[in-house]
């Protein structure tokens, strides 16, 4: 009796086994694609079509959340936002991309104080989701993605930006703003900054641009753990410096009477703070570095 369960303990062993390695060998890699600019990516072909929408926000906020991919947004003197998404697919083969372009979702969700895009995949790394197009001029928007660059310009409502990887340009900004990166650069200006203003640019890896007019009224805080902080072209009425862990600095100044409120981080990268004149930007007059922590100053005659 102890001989036969054996066996059949060991026969159900064997069918399993031969199972797996079946389902190994029809599962087919998705093989590697590769961008004009050399970026490598999963998924040795493409696939792609583009969906259009129109919303009438009407004070409402613009969300576009989920799926990685460009997002590059202008505001215009328009009341309806008009979107154009391009999904992408891809796959080993045409035919696997063309399953996964036609697996990309994009679920809508309007209330009274937003629109919601949502972009879902059951393949998230081998789908994405561009998003052009054009917004009112002072439309509020929410951007939360899992990667991709960012580029806002004539958005004069409040902004908000979250990704794990990506660039994020805004050119134009009136209004408060926060973006937040786990690993990518921001560079911000601003045409308008009014003094309620909440500012927060903040990533882990990356460089910091920061954009003011020259007669910005804003508290100012700027903090790096390994880069260094210049001022280009910014009078302030006051500043300090200070070092920071082994390789950073942080600053604080005020501009006018400190209005506003700004404040920029970067774990890993440089600080730079400028003003946008008539003829653009103002070229680099200021350059502040802490002294090394190693540093000793010493006095006159010593050695």
Known sequence: MRMRKARLLFCIQAVLLVLLLGLGACRQSPGVGQTEEGTLLPGAVEASDTLHRGVLLVGRTLVLEGLSGRVSLQ???????????????????AAAARRT??????????TAGSFRYRMEARQAALA?????????????????????????????????????AGEVHVREAADSLEIRLQNGAASVHFRRLPTDAVVTIQT????????????????????TAAGEVRVE????????????????????????QGRARIMLRTAHGDIVLRSGGPNGMIPPDTLLRPLPPDTMLQGPGVP
């Open 75 to 93: 505001g215009a003197d328009v009341d309806v936002a008009r979107l154009a998404f391009v999904r992408v697919g891809r796959g080993a083969d």
């Open 101 to 110: 372009l036609r697996d990309i979702q994009l679920r809508e969700e309007g």
């Open 128 to 164: 994405q989701v561009h998003v052009e197009g054009t917004v009112p001029r002072n439309a509020r928007l929410v951007i939360t993605r899992a990667g991709g660059d960012v580029d806002l310009t004539h958005i004069e409502g409040p902004i908000r930006v979250q990704l794990a």
């Open 233 to 256: 072209g910014l009078t302030f009425t006051e500043r300090s410096l200070q070092p920071r862990e082994a390789a950073g600095a942080r600053f604080v100044g005020k501009l006018g």
């Open 204 to 223: 882990e890896n990356g460089d910091l641009w920061l954009t003011l007019p020259p007669e910005a009224d804003a508290q100012l805080q700027a903090e």
